[in-house]
């Protein structure tokens, strides 16, 4: 079966949104809620893997925690930002039974076999280790997807522009067929309130979150599918005429067994 996304084009992805300034409130809301879910647990954590971490910031954060932090990073420009290890951080290789815990923001939803990533997690956790992690999926979008259906219209063709999302309802069965134990899986949504269609456009670019499909279109939107899109996603505006964008962060979490099963 041929890879739903371009692992290259993910990292030029990411190494962009480190030149040009990173986007990270969904990130550091993401992380801040994980940090809060591990204070009410009661077991030390002492060597820490932190995926798919897009600022220095939040690796500053993550490092003042836990005694111990490593990252492991694809992107070069980025992972020197973060004095991060340059590797595959999807189709992770690691030592098995290295880590107490793994943080993942993202790395799930531009994995090409999610049940195969997170089997990779498992194996690099040791016993009663711990994996937490959240990325955007569900129903997140649906004015970006509405306007990009525009385009597509006014361009008389259609192309792959977002990425298929991971059903939350689903989730548990894949942390279940990667061999984690007590699978939990719960929703954040967030709403944000665009002016304009650019400027959501230049948010995800700076999340590192654009089309990183294998099977996208090579040329951008000409000028009739973009004014389309901008059109469309006016349309949706409330009375202060911005839009309102929903995110849909996936918060997981599953425990590798203890070493007494």
């Not at 492991?72 to 290295?98: H, Q, W």
């Not at 997170?118 to 992690?133: I, T």
């Amino acid at each position: 079966m041929a890879d739903l996304f371009d692992p290259d084009l993910r990292v030029q992805r990411r190494n962009r949104a480190a030149r040009i300034g990173t986007v990270d409130f969904l990130h550091q809301r993401a992380i801040e809620d994980m940090l809060d879910r591990l204070a009410m647990i009661r077991r030390p954590f002492e060597t820490v893997l932190l995926l798919g971490c897009p600022t220095q910031e939040l690796a500053q954060l993550t490092r003042a925690t836990f005694p111990k932090v490593e990252l492991i990073e694809p992107a070069e420009k980025l992972a020197s930002l973060l004095d991060a290890k340059v590797g595959a951080d999807v189709d992770l290789d690691v030592e098995p039974g290295r880590y107490d815990l793994i943080l993942s923001l993202g790395t799930l939803a531009e994995a090409n076999d999610p049940a195969q990533h997170l089997l990779r997690q498992r194996f690099a956790l040791a016993p009663d280790g711990l994996a937490l992690g959240a990325f955007v999926g569900g129903a997140s979008l649906p004015a970006l997807r509405s306007a990009l259906r525009a385009a597509d219209a006014a361009q008389g063709m259609t192309r792959p522009h977002v990425h298929p999302r991971i059903d939350p309802a689903s989730l548990t069965q894949i942390l279940t067929t990667a061999g984690f134990k007590e699978p939990v899986v719960d929703v954040d949504r967030v709403t944000v309130r665009y002016p304009d269609f650019d400027r959501l456009v230049d948010d995800l670019r700076r999340m590192a979150a654009t089309n990183v499909l294998a099977d996208r279109h090579r040329t951008p939107l000409n000028r009739p599918a973009l004014e389309a899109a901008r059109s469309d996603f006016s349309s949706q505006a409330a009375e202060d005429r911005k839009t309102a964008e929903i995110f849909e962060v996936v918060h997981f979490a599953g425990w590798q067994e203890s070493a007494e099963n």
